[in-house]
């Protein structure tokens, strides 16, 4: 295993703990952005049909309204003049609200009319009904537009947080937890080596005791066979210390 491939920590039970906590983690935090993940997609799925639909409608309402004016021209002949010197104020105004989808703001526009009908006397003389009909046809295709305005900043914003979004589950899930677990990897095995090298250590000592006793053993047995008393004789082996082997 490359040091690149993981983490540059020294093998110890603290170490051990450490890479466990900051695994858990990075699983809850996929886990949590995953599911981020899946709900910003719903909601872009769901605002493309509706930017389909509304598409589609627009372009039925832009041709009822394109006719409509055709009909008021031919009724009441250039009545462009009439309506510039009547409005000196926007009927039809904009507001803006916030929509919330799993932690992303999402900016939603809304058309209100504002005021009464500043060119209502247009067409008294003739062509009333065209007129009235032109109206309501264009001020059905602005509600339109400024939905498929708010619809097209949803899907353009949505759009970008989901590559954001995308990017770091991938990178928590093929770069962030593989190597955090490489590096849990290489400190159990290595643990795993200090304990068998102590283990090892151990019990050559307790052979080396072992030894140590027998031949003094066999030395008293010696002595006593030459007739010479050795049991008031002081001997630092015969104080037993026994190691624990784990």
């Known amino acids: ?9 020294f093998p110890s039970n603290g170490a051990q703990m450490l890479m466990k906590s900051r695994l858990t983690g990075a699983q809850k935090g996929h886990g949590l952005l995953k599911k981020k993940a899946d709900a910003l997609q719903m909601r872009f799925r769901l605002i493309l049909g509706k930017i389909i639909e ?11 309204a394109a006719f409509s004016l055709a009909e008021a021209k031919f009724a009441t002949g250039d009545f462009n003049q009439v309506v510039l010197q009547n409005v000196t104020k926007a009927q039809i105004k904009i507001r803006t609200k916030k929509d919330n989808v ?15 009908d500043t ?6 003389a003739r062509g009333g009904q065209q007129l ?21 900043t949803s899907f353009v914003t949505l759009d970008d947080v989901i590559k954001i979004t995308n990017r770091r589950v991938n990178a928590i899930e093929h770069v962030i937890i593989p190597r955090i677990e490489r590096t849990l990897a290489y400190i159990i ?22 030894i140590a006793r027998k031949k003094e053993e066999a030395r008293k047995a010696l002595l006593l066979e030459q007739g010479i008393d050795v049991r008031e004789s002081a001997n630092i082996l015969e104080e037993e210390d026994n190691d624990l082997l784990f």
Not at 1 to 9: L, N
Not at 54 to 64: A, I, N, Q
Not at 119 to 124: K, R
Request: aromatic share 8%; charged share 35%; no cysteine.
């Open 1 to 9: 295993m490359s040091q690149k491939d993981r983490h540059q920590v």
């Open 54 to 64: 509304t598409k589609t409608l627009m372009g039925e309402v832009m041709k009822e």
């Open 102 to 116: 799993a932690g992303v703001t999402l900016p939603v526009f809304e058309s209100y009319t504002d005021g009464s």
């Open 119 to 124: 060119y209502e006397l247009a067409g008294l």
């Open 132 to 152: 009235s009909k032109l109206k309501k046809n264009y001020q059905a295709a602005v509600k339109l537009l400024v939905e498929l305005a708010s619809l097209q």
């Open 189 to 210: 095995s290595e643990l795993d080596e200090l304990e068998r090298e102590e283990f090892y250590r151990l019990k050559k000592i307790q052979d080396k005791k072992r």
